[in-house]
């Protein structure tokens, strides 16, 4: 069974610019999360969508935004890129209701430089 | 604020040694899981724990859920070279769509 693929892996960017990183979750799994990863904040939730719906979202500023693919697929958006966006960006899938009690299963990621 | 801490931050252990890491929050949990997490990986869910008080083992692995589930812990006996990485604990509300994860503890058991 394929796990959580995001891509790309690894992306540089430079200030000002936007991005679009893509998560595919595992066949089946309806609910998919986005996480930033830095050393400094840990693991911060970004925002969580099920059937095309978003169902929560973290603090983070309107330059991120994300949506859901009628085939559960999911793609973030960063825009007005900033030094501070440089992070590791995991996204999450799970089968679905509520990430409550639901193991969620994570990418390897998609590591984002912003020069 | 809903925060979970995690301690320590950092534990550098010699092969065979025992240890404990630590996650505790001041809010009370549907769930809680624990993660693990290698370099240039995403991280890979150890246990999910549920019911306050419960006692889960993975091997060497052993989970505790408080009895009123707003902390737990983590021991591992015996620890391995390949026990190296970062542990994530993460706490889940019913229905709230959302978690919330610790910063870890990293740990690097040396051989």
């Known amino acids: 069974k394929a796990g959580v693929t995001q891509t790309p892996r690894y992306l540089i960017k430079t200030r000002g610019q936007q991005v679009t990183l893509s998560c595919s979750p595992i066949s089946g799994h309806r609910s998919v999360s986005w996480y930033q990863q830095t050393p400094g904040q840990g693991l911060q939730f970004l925002f969580e969508y099920f059937s095309e719906t978003q169902r929560n979202k973290g603090n983070f500023p309107g330059r991120f935004s994300g949506r859901q693919f009628s085939n559960s697929r999911s793609e973030m958006n960063v825009s007005t890129l900033e030094l501070g966006d440089s992070a590791l960006y995991l996204c999450a899938s799970s089968l679905g209701e509520g990430v409550s009690n639901q193991p969620q299963h994570f990418g390897d990621g998609t590591r984002l430089s912003i020069l | 604020t809903q925060l979970l801490e995690q301690s320590p931050q950092f534990l550098s252990i010699q092969e065979g040694e025992n240890l404990t890491v630590y996650c505790n929050s001041s809010s ?61 604990c993460a706490g889940a509300w019913a229905g709230g769509f959302k978690t919330i994860f610790g910063a870890g503890t990293r740990l690097f058991v040396k051989a």
Not at chain 2, 30 to 36: E, F, G, I, P, V
Not at chain 2, 57 to 81: C, E, V, Y
């Open chain 2, 28 to 88: 009370v949990f549907s769930s809680l899981q624990w993660y693990r997490q290698e370099p240039g990986e995403g991280p890979v869910l150890l246990v999910t724990v549920v019911t306050g008080g419960e006692v889960k083992k993975l091997k060497r692995l052993t989970f505790q859920f408080g009895d009123a589930r707003k902390d737990s812990s983590l021991h591992i006996t015996a620890a391995q070279p390949g026990d190296t990485g970062l542990y994530l």
